[in-house]
């Protein structure tokens, strides 16, 4: 054991990477919210860009690499205050 009490043995369902990381705790934080999808995505040149999804993603094409026009999307109207952070049906 390190200082602290931590283990030197990683443990054997730890993510691999930084992304693996990112996707389980979105998988996590989808379901304890009771989303049917939860979307990370980042902004680039005026377009949204999906970077890891999650849910029923096959259902709704969401998929990372989907660009959409910001203007257009959820996340513009979250950040500007028109939409909840959390939409719990955006059907």
């Not at 934080?29 to 999650?54: K, N, Q, T, Y």
């Amino acid at each position: 054991m390190h200082a602290g009490g931590v283990s030197s043995h990683p443990i054997e369902d730890q993510p691999e990477s930084p992304v693996e990381l990112v996707q389980t705790l979105l998988s996590f934080l989808r379901r304890r919210l009771g989303l049917d999808v939860a979307v990370l995505s980042s902004f680039d040149d005026g377009m949204e860009v999906v970077e890891i999804a999650d849910g029923g993603i096959d259902d709704r094409c969401i998929s990372p690499g989907l660009r959409w026009v910001l203007a257009d999307s959820y996340c513009v109207r979250v950040i500007d205050g028109r939409l909840p952070a959390v939409i719990p049906d955006a059907a």
